[in-house]
C-alpha cells in the first residue's frame, strides 16, 4: 500500500501505467478506519494485480476536492489517469469495494 501525499499522487495515480486503486481517508473519519484493515487485507491479496495507494485528504485537502471528493470515505480506481469508477461514503462496503476491484483485476 502507498501512502500518497500532494506530492506523489500525480506520479503514482495520474501518470501510472494500468489500473489504481485509491482510497482516501481522513483523521477522525470513523468509516474511514473501520474499512482500513479490510483495503489493507486488500493490497496484500491483489497488490500483485493492482496498484493500491491512500490518500489522507485532511493532509491534501485541495488535491481531494479536485479530484471531486467531497465525502470521505471514497475509494476509486484509476486509469491513465481517469477515475473510472468510485464507491462512496454509505457505498463504500467491504462487499462494493470487493466488487469494484473483482473488475480491474
Known amino acids: ?3 500518497l501525499t500532494k506530492d506523489t ?3 503514482e ?3 501510472a501505467d494500468g489500473y489504481v486503486f485509491v482510497d482516501f481517508y481522513g483523521d477522525g473519519c470513523v468509516p474511514c478506519a473501520a474499512l482500513m484493515p479490510f483495503v489493507h487485507a486488500c493490497a496484500e491479496k491483489y497488490g500483485d494485480k493492482l496498484k493500491f495507494t491512500a490518500l489522507n485528504t ?3 485537502r ?3 476536492i479536485g479530484q471531486k471528493i467531497l ?3 471514497v475509494m476509486a480506481v484509476y486509469k491513465d489517469g481517469q477515475k473510472v469508477e468510485e464507491v462512496v461514503k454509505e457505498e463504500a462496503t ?3 469495494i ?3 476491484i473483482q473488475k480491474y483485476i
Do not use: D
Open 1 to 3: 500500500m502507498i501512502e
Open 9 to 11: 499522487f500525480e506520479e
Open 13 to 15: 495515480v495520474l501518470k
Open 58 to 60: 485532511t493532509k491534501a
Open 62 to 64: 485541495r488535491l481531494a
Open 71 to 73: 465525502g470521505l470515505p
Open 94 to 96: 467491504e462487499q462494493s
Open 98 to 100: 470487493e466488487a469494484m
